[in-house]
């Protein structure tokens, strides 16, 4: 299998297999390229940026795919956070630029270089460590854990138990043999066998008992600094964990410098559950609550005891105040936003005592001589306009006569001309007489109420079909709607148009134009 780098219009053909990681695809284009800035160089598959730490089998570039070498956007070098777990389980983490060398990393930590480091299922071998980058292992921001691989024991030494006589086998079954049993070492192959005198189990007992016992006893108590308890908190425990014991230590320090006067806020009892599970088991939690000052304190009564980490009154206030940077450290290091981190109140000034019936003798002095501040500060604006008329300069008049040829006047002829070439001609007009007839209805009544009344105010004769409508726009009622005045937005006033539909019959030609009958057009006469 093989891909296709691509670098400023050249190709090289580099082979991969499943387990080839790509930042190894980098390196080898750089090679090929003769590229020897890598750090500031990456992949791209299809405008997107492939990960430098995954194997090819994992990064979704198919075989013979092309992969561009560019320059990366994020040129500026940022803070990854390391860490690396020992073989006995303890961490040790710090923060590197992306272009740190992993043999840096490993002095700077104090770590041996004789050791294999495994990171993604992929190991690191000391003869790798100069030549290999954080950023080569597709470390450019966040956090990474290295491993520490545990060295098998050397295969050339094995010790083989000596099978014991078969005259001492059946006696020693429910006892405990009087002769110390012995262990073979083989030195090489081909070479004799030595027996070595063991001692007894009960010996080798004793003896360890002994001297545990010693140690504890003759150990003194370890006393951390609050920098060294943080580390240990840091080294222990998850991100996400040391997150909870930061933030409880701050609030802890922060009530303290808040209300320094309170002895409940110095006071934590052991068995919180809140507490204990934040910060109580917690090793580096205690110990940097001890090295601020704390003590633990077993108070015993009624067949129980109850502990307690209290704060002597007599503490040092700046030694709170350095283990309180030292936590906000700690939180930039987490990335934790300043508005979930507690913070330290200052109580506010108590206001001023006013008695209303209290007597307040106060001497009154007369106001010296001169002008008072109302005047001062008027001479001030009259000054100010004063400055501001001088700055304005008025322009001069220059009064001109105009002849008669220079004046732009216009006659009543020219005017009419003008109006005459402007006007638009109409071949004819029309023109609607509408008769003012109108009546009175309630809102709640319908276009039939409408319909008997034209019914009765028309003339027998000239009586026809005949629609009603309105505009503008134009829209024609319904005439037997169950709609009323109101819900056809007739109210209060409106003009309603009526229009024949049908065509008068013969006879009544004679009578067109007289539509309504002759007692309404005598009451409109007398009215």
């Not at 109302?374 to 006569?401: G, Q, S």
């Not at 005017?415 to 008769?435: A, G, H, N, P």
Request: hydrophobic residues 40%.
């Amino acid at each position: 299998m093989s891909v296709v780098a691509l670098y400023d219009g050249r190709r090289k053909k580099i082979a991969v297999t499943a387990g080839t990681y790509m930042s190894d695809v980098l390196k080898k284009a750089c090679e090929g390229f003769g590229l020897d800035n890598i750090e500031r160089l990456e992949l791209r598959h299809k405008d997107k940026v492939v990960d430098l730490s995954i194997p090819f089998r994992l990064s979704g570039v198919s075989v013979n795919a092309v992969l561009e070498v560019k320059e990366g956007a994020n040129a500026a070098q940022s803070d990854v956070r390391v860490g690396i777990q020992l073989v006995d389980g303890r961490r040790v983490q710090g923060s590197f630029r992306s272009s740190t060398p992993v043999i840096e990393i490993l002095v700077q930590l104090g770590i041996p270089t004789d050791i294999t480091l495994n990171f993604m299922r992929r190991d690191l071998n000391p003869h790798e460590f100069a030549s290999v980058t954080l950023q080569q292992l597709g470390l450019l921001t966040g956090s990474a854990m290295f491993r520490v691989k545990a060295t098998p024991p050397p295969s050339s030494a094995s010790v083989a138990p000596v099978a014991p006589s078969p005259q001492t086998t059946s006696s020693s079954v429910n006892s405990i043999p009087s002769a110390r049993p012995s262990y073979t070492e083989t030195i090489s192959p081909g070479t004799t066998t030595v027996a070595l005198p063991c001692p007894s189990v009960e010996h080798v007992i004793a003896a360890d008992d002994v001297d545990m016992h010693d140690a504890t006893a003759l150990a003194p108590p370890t006393v951390l600094s609050s920098y060294d308890a943080l580390q240990l908190v840091r080294n222990t425990c998850f991100d996400a964990v040391s997150t909870d014991v930061v933030l409880t230590l701050m609030k802890i320090v922060c009530n303290i410098l808040s209300k320094p006067d309170e002895p409940k806020v110095r006071s934590i009892r052991a068995a919180n559950p809140k507490f204990h599970d934040a910060v109580g088991k917690h090793q580096g939690g205690v110990k940097f609550l001890q090295s601020l000052g704390f003590q633990q304190l077993t108070n015993e009564g009624d067949g129980s005891s109850t502990s307690h980490f209290v704060l002597p009154e007599d503490a040092d206030t700046a030694l709170l105040r350095r283990g309180l940077a030292l936590l906000q450290d700690q939180a930039d290091d987490l990335r934790l936003p300043p508005t979930s981190r507690p913070s330290v109140v200052v109580p506010a000034a108590s206001p001023v005592e006013f008695d209303a019936y209290k007597a307040v003798i106060t001497r009154v002095q007369a106001q010296p001589r001169g002008l008072s501040v109302t005047e001062m500060r008027l001479e001030d604006l009259k000054r100010k306009e004063e400055e501001l008329l001088a700055m304005i300069h008025i322009p001069a008049r220059n009064p001109r006569v105009f002849f008669p040829h220079e004046r732009n006047f216009r006659t009543l002829a020219m005017r009419e001309l003008d109006d005459m070439q402007k006007k638009t001609v109409f071949q004819s007009t029309v023109l609607r007489i509408r008769f003012p007839d109108q009546a009175t209805f309630h809102p709640k009544e319908t276009l039939a109420a409408v319909v008997l009344h034209l019914n009765e105010s028309l003339a027998d004769s000239g009586r026809r079909s005949f629609s009603l409508y309105v505009t503008p726009p134009r829209q024609t009622l319904a005439l037997d709607g169950p709609a009323t005045l109101s819900q056809l937005n007739l109210v209060p006033a409106a003009l309603v148009y009526l229009q024949w539909t049908t065509s008068p019959v013969d006879g009544a030609l004679s009578h067109v134009g007289s539509y309504l009958r002759a007692s309404v057009v005598r009451n409109t006469a007398d009215a």
